[in-house]
């Protein structure tokens, strides 16, 4: 009996330390799953999403979009359906404000297309470009 009581409290400060470890862990790996909300004029910008109204037509290789909402869009995508079926997506960093339209040209042919557009808003005090879910169908003509 010449054994003190000093075993079980440092196994026990061992415990309490692998378990604040291990949550911190857990907390730095899934706080990269959780994503920053964008907000465009103080709203979340899926809602801001929803003032977009882009109505777009494709003739002879060009693509006339206009913006018939409320909601500036930053850029959009393309998603072209080609003959195959196969989805080719072009980018354009051209800005359309609210009330007016553009006109581009488009490099890749196709029998479908839709216009994703993308919005800038801020998180974190930064700004930051968001893309739509909302999509519109463009009239082939």
């Keep these: 009996m010449t054994k003190k009581g000093l075993s079980p409290v440092i196994a026990t400060l061992l ?10 862990i857990v907390f730095i790996w ?3 799953f959780i994503k920053e909300a964008v ?10 999403c ?10 002879s290789g060009r693509l006339q979009i206009s913006n018939n909402g409320d ?3 930053h850029k959009f995508t393309a998603s072209i359906k080609n003959e195959n079926g196969d989805i080719v997506p072009e980018d354009y ?4 404000v609210a009330g007016d339209s553009i006109d581009v040209s488009v490099s890749t042919a196709g029998i479908e297309m ?3 557009p993308w919005i800038l808003g801020e998180s974190k005090g930064k700004k930051s470009i968001y893309k739509c879910v909302k999509t519109f ?3 082939m003509g």
């Design 15 to 24: 415990l309490v330390a692998i378990v604040i470890s291990l949550s911190t």
């Design 30 to 32: 899934a706080r990269g």
């Design 39 to 48: 907000q465009k004029n103080g709203m979340p910008a899926e809602q801001a």
């Design 50 to 59: 929803e003032g977009i109204n882009l109505v777009a037509t494709y003739s």
């Design 71 to 73: 909601v500036p869009v």
């Design 93 to 96: 960093d051209e800005a359309i």
């Design 114 to 116: 839709d216009v994703i």
């Design 137 to 139: 169908a463009v009239d």
